[in-house]
């Protein structure tokens, strides 16, 4: 008889959908916006740099992109893309 009084509990757990579950790539509640963080442009990418530019963009994730290599072309609008030169350097800050 328990069971039973446990079962609609059960159920409304169930459609109950975690706060940062990605849907098809887009984390809710978050939306790239390169603008504000352009003056990390010519910085050193470093882990500090990476999390201002996520805080700055109010980004969910972030892609290093390094010279010469390849990324997917999906784009999700709550990530931020950030690509480097040899040196480490911030050469571009974009969404996507």
């Known amino acids: 008889m328990r069971s039973l009084a446990l079962c609609p509990i ?8 975690p706060a940062q579950t990605p849907i098809h790539g887009v984390v809710p509640g978050y939306k790239c916006e390169a603008a504000p963080v352009q003056g990390m442009v010519g910085q050193i990418a470093t882990q500090d740099a990476g999390a201002r530019i996520m805080s700055g963009s109010h980004s ?6 390094p ?3 390849m990324v997917t072309m999906d784009y999700s609008e709550s990530r931020v893309n950030v690509r480097l030169d ?9 969404c996507g």
């Open 10 to 17: 059960l159920a409304l757990m169930a459609c109950a959908a």
């Open 60 to 65: 969910a994730s972030l892609r290093w992109i």
């Open 67 to 69: 010279p010469g290599v």
């Open 86 to 94: 040899n040196a480490r350097i911030v050469l571009a800050i974009t």
